[in-house]
């Protein structure tokens, strides 16, 4: 049993009718075969008094929800200028008031609280402010007041965390496994999920997993960076990249703008997809090439003043 119950057909056609221009710019941009959305804005009153009207709405929505993957819902979100707080609310609110919620309701709602709680706090938030009551704080517009108590099945997240901080690469954090740790609890709590407080925890690790991560990510890549103007340097041009899948000979200079569109790319989201294991390995790769380079000086170095 879930938290939340559905919503008054008034509060449900309010809630579609604020979501219309997204959900139809969704349609647009990944060219879904639905009917015309039957929401008219320039009647809106019409949808608010018919609770006929409210359903055919719905039932449209729950279409386009449907075809909608929440990898594409997290791109679109990150490019449109519709995405706001009222947006992000809604959007909520839609996916946590249905009466039945399928596995991708649940991953919208928890990619979406995230975005959320990312958008109403502020930059310079430390990590040590970001408790659960302070997630419960700021989750309220959405999840209603609760108690914020971290549930007894989910005592595990603080300790996945504290392992995960302690990581200082990004490639400790892929192999701690961490994110498939968090993951796999979020799939086993099933309907618990939808509990104001597990939803909070889950909101709360996310977001501090997500910050381990770009923190990570971000060291390796001024690393790679690092490490590729030392190498040119010492009048390294090329480098062997193949644990990366590059070439034996990969410039550097073609090296320094991949790590450029990387900054870009892996702004989007934290996982342990190929990309990022490129990314791991490609930093490996640096480091190799300047020890090797490193060793050949010392052993040219010995050689020449006779040291066997």
Not at 16 to 23: D, H, K
Not at 124 to 152: H, R
Request: charged share 20%; glycine share 4%; proline share 5%.
């Amino acid at each position: 049993m879930t938290a939340f119950t559905p919503l008054s057909f008034q509060d449900q056609g309010a809630t579609l009718l604020a979501l219309q221009p997204m959900y139809s710019a969704l349609v647009r941009e990944f060219v879904i075969e639905v009917s015309t959305c039957p929401i008219d804005p320039d009647n809106a009153h019409e949808l608010s008094a018919s609770p006929e009207s409210v359903a055919q709405a719905e039932a449209w929505f729950q279409q386009v929800d449907s075809e909608i993957q929440v990898h594409q819902l997290r791109q679109f979100l990150q490019t449109t200028p519709l995405a706001n707080e009222a947006s992000l609310r809604h959007l909520l609110l839609h996916h946590m008031h249905k009466p039945a919620k399928s596995t991708s309701d649940r991953d919208k709602t928890d990619f979406l609280l995230v975005q959320y709680f990312s958008l109403c706090t502020p930059s310079g938030l430390e990590d040590a402010d970001v408790d659960l009551n302070y997630v419960a704080q700021v989750l309220e517009p959405v999840l209603g007041p609760f108690q914020p108590k971290l549930p007894e099945w989910l005592t595990s997240l603080d300790t996945i965390m504290q392992s995960a901080a302690a990581c200082q690469r990004l490639s400790e954090l892929l192999h701690s496994g961490a994110l498939e740790q968090g993951r796999k609890l979020k799939t086993q709590s099933s309907a618990r999920y939808f509990e104001p407080s597990a939803m909070a925890a889950f909101a709360r690790f996310s977001f501090m997993i997500r910050r381990i991560f770009f923190r990570l990510m971000h060291d390796d890549l001024n690393a790679i960076h690092d490490g590729l103007r030392e190498l040119e340097r010492r009048g390294i041009s090329a480098i062997d990249c193949r644990r990366a899948q590059f070439s034996a000979e990969e410039p550097t200079a073609r090296l320094r703008m991949i790590c450029q569109s990387w900054k870009v790319m892996f702004h989007a989201e934290y996982s342990s997809g190929q990309p990022l294991r490129m990314l791991v390995d490609l930093r490996a790769s640096v480091d190799d090439a300047l020890q090797n380079d490193a060793r050949k000086h010392s052993l040219s170095a010995g050689a020449a003043s006779g040291t066997p």
